[in-house]
Nanobody
Framework: QVQLVESGGGLVQPGGSLRLSCAAS????????MAWYRQAPGKQRELVAA???????NYADSVKGRFTISRDNSGNTAYLQMNSLKPEDTAVYYC?????????WGQGTQVTVSS
């Protein structure tokens, strides 16, 4: 059974920073790809950043140069460092891991960028 628990969301002013964490449990999670998605009101869920077990990363064009995805040495915790936040980054952010042939999701954490 896979469980994902996100933390670190909140309210931040434009230009500020936040760091999201995703603690994952379950066999093979540490060697599986992990990702962060987000969903803004009225919009579809979109990929923000992804990281493979060896550490290869990819980012949505809208966050390149501002966001950084990483994993701890155990591979069970993923992070999303978000800098230079913009109002359009406001969304619920979801942690994702693809294991056992399907996607698993966390409960989501709200990020609000507003002055």
């Amino acid at each position: 059974q896979v469980q994902l628990v996100e933390s670190g969301g909140g309210l931040v002013q434009p230009g500020g920073s936040l760091r999201l964490s995703c603690a994952a449990s379950g066999i093979f999670v540490s060697i599986s790809p992990m990702a962060w998605y987000r969903q803004a009101p009225g919009k579809q869920r979109e990929l923000v950043a992804a990281i493979t077990s060896p550490g290869r990363t990819n980012y949505a064009d809208s966050v390149k140069g501002r966001f950084t995805i990483s994993r701890d040495n155990s591979g069970n915790t993923a992070y999303l460092q978000m800098n230079s936040l913009k109002p359009e980054d406001t969304a619920v952010y979801y942690c994702n891991v693809f294991v056992y042939g399907r996607n698993h999701w966390g409960q989501g954490t709200q990020v609000t960028v507003s002055s």
